[in-house]
């Protein structure tokens, strides 16, 4: 099966301008994910969706991020207005949460976008 | 609050010698933990997690309730094990994954 799709997968910004990043899941997953990789970290989960519905986004910076599943599937994560620290990989990440091919909990990453805000 | 600590940024060991990378835990209740795995300009994928008791690519990991760990072992590593590890958990079902900082492998010729 394809993997998580993810675009762009490089942006230079200035800090105060925005920014936004699609994702497109595993086909038939329910839940998708936003995590932030800050360089020498490890991945920080920022916001989950199951089907077009929030399920978490206690780490999610809702002053400058927001996110977006309408119809259940795509995903886009703004940020706006970008600051220095928002520099990292974002990553977006799906799991198959119900369905003949249940597959426990195995979450599937993107290979990320990268953020640079100078 | 939940939190994984890997104490090794960065590792590195012989070709054919064992290897352990280290991971901690806090949580209050009954978590499920995972190994990822990052190879060089690959995306992040899952090596292994402690409910399957299973052996990837001769790795293995163990969790310890009683020390709160989840330590992943090789007994004779190979070159193509040079990569970034991160150790992560989760409540269970769909939960998001809390991740280590990780430990970045390097398998010496």
């Known amino acids: 099966e394809a993997g998580v799709a993810q675009s762009p997968r490089y942006k230079i910004i200035e800090k105060r301008q925005s920014v936004a990043f699609w994702c497109n899941p595993i086909s038939g997953h329910a839940t998708l994910y936003w995590y932030q990789q800050i360089l020498g970290q490890g991945p920080k989960l920022l916001i989950q969706f199951q089907n077009n519905g929030v399920v978490d986004d206690s780490q999610l910076p809702k002053d400058r991020f927001s996110a977006e599943r309408l119809k259940g599937v795509d995903s886009t994560l703004k940020i706006q207005p970008a600051k220095l620290e928002d520099s990292a990989v974002y990553l977006c990440a799906s799991m198959r949460t119900y369905g003949p091919q249940y597959s426990g909990n195995t979450i599937y990453f993107g290979e990320g976008s990268w953020l640079t805000v100078v | 609050a939940q939190r994984v600590t890997q104490p090794e940024k960065l590792l590195s060991v012989f070709k054919g010698a064992p290897v352990e990378l280290k991971c901690n835990y806090s949580y209050s209740g009954s978590p499920e933990l995972f190994w990822y795995v990052q190879y060089s300009r690959q995306r992040l994928q899952l090596l292994l997690r402690?409910?399957s008791r299973e052996s990837i690519k001769g790795f293995t990991a163990d969790l310890n309730k009683g020390e709160t760990s989840f330590h992943l072992k090789k007994p004779f590593a190979q070159e193509e094990d040079s990569a970034m590890y991160y150790c992560a958990l989760s409540g269970g079902g769909a939960d998001g994954l809390t991740f280590g900082k990780g430990t970045h492998l390097i398998i010496q010729p």
């Open positions: 402690h409910i």
